[in-house]
């Protein structure tokens, strides 16, 4: 069949790789370039979400950790392990009891020997291992493992085999509407003449929409009706001078939010946040994001960090899965839609787009 998959971020590259894979021929469009949006503001992690076991996500949790072992042994280049520390503070964040089930749990969720189990530290081989941690109520912390990327060179690493595959990139080409018999409108090309180009119509056996944020306003511009709605949520990264000989898991002292902090392409590296983004905003993390993540930071280490100590930030938006009733209720899974030929899907996450990938090219047939 000739299929299109609307979107090069690691959900749609994944998917037309499957796609391929599976015999099809396959056209992948980006109206921009590939792995330049979301895919390439993320925490940098592969993981199986360690805070989802409290929601009960026991499945997302199982399928992460999984997929967390496919990139590290796929794309070793791109994709390697990192140790973190998970203080116990006495009287503040969760009792070391419920941490101690919580990677217990995680370990035997994940099934593989790659990494290392959890194992804790006591009080001063923490400081020791992390000099400058507020010693204050400190009882020690756990050590666990999970995955570090570069994510838009792994994004581009994939979308090479993707194309080595089969798979055209059509980048640069916005597509502006989807029908349900498989039509699709694409933007004219102008940039060769500088004149404006008409639109064009395409038509395929099959569309995927992987549009990630996009993906609802794509079937709203198109006329097609879903039941399924997104959250948009910005997530945004502070990047500050310094080195951690390992990561740490923290919890956001304003309200308890999980919190990273991360040795990153020499730097260390802070976030996340959670916050409302408005469809075609611009992404940019605000001052009080900025100030949020600091006060993680400041909370955590001795050595207090202010406003001149950021190097650099960035954010992406995280599209997410909300429940119909309530907008706060959400999740990091998915949703697929079939509207005729056409497939949608909301939500996902970065770690698990392979077996989401695999899912579309599925149902595809």
Known sequence: MRIAVVGAGINGVMSAWALARRGHEVELFERGEPMAGTS?????????????????????????????????????????????????????????????????LYDRLSGSRLLARHRWLGRDETLARLPGLRPEGLQGAYAFWDGQMDDRALGLWALEQ??????????????????????????????????????????????????????????????????????????????????????????????????????YAGRVMIGTTEVEQAAGAPVAPSDAERDYLLDVWNATFEDRLSAADVRTSFAGVRPLLAEAGDANENTRGHAIERHGRVLTVFGGK???????????????G
């Open 40 to 104: 390439s503001a993320s925490t940098k992690l592969l993981h199986g979400g360690l805070r989802y076991l409290e929601t009960g996500d026991i499945a997302l949790v199982r399928e992460g950790l999984r997929e967390r072992a496919w990139w590290l042994e796929q794309a070793p280049r791109f994709a390697h392990p990192l140790e973190l520390l998970l203080p116990v503070v006495r009287g503040r964040g969760r009792p070391r009891w419920m941490v101690k089930a919580g990677l217990v």
């Open 350 to 364: 970065w770690t698990t787009s392979r077996s989401l990938g695999e899912e579309v090219a599925a149902l595809v």
């Open 162 to 263: 993707a194309r080595a595959a089969g798979v055209r990139l059509r980048a640069r080409c916005e597509v502006l509407r989807i029908g349900a018999d498989g039509s699709m409108t694409v933007a004219g090309d102008s940039a060769a003449s500088g004149d404006a180009a008409p639109d064009r119509e395409l038509r395929f056996d099959a569309v995927c929409n992987l549009a990630g944020p996009g993906a609802a306003l794509l079937l709203e511009r198109s006329g097609l009706p879903s039941a399924h709605r997104l959250r948009l949520v910005r997530g945004s990264h502070l990047l500050v001078d310094g080195a951690l000989p390992c990561g740490l898991l923290v919890q956001a002292p304003a309200d308890g939010r999980v919190c990273f902090i991360l040795p």
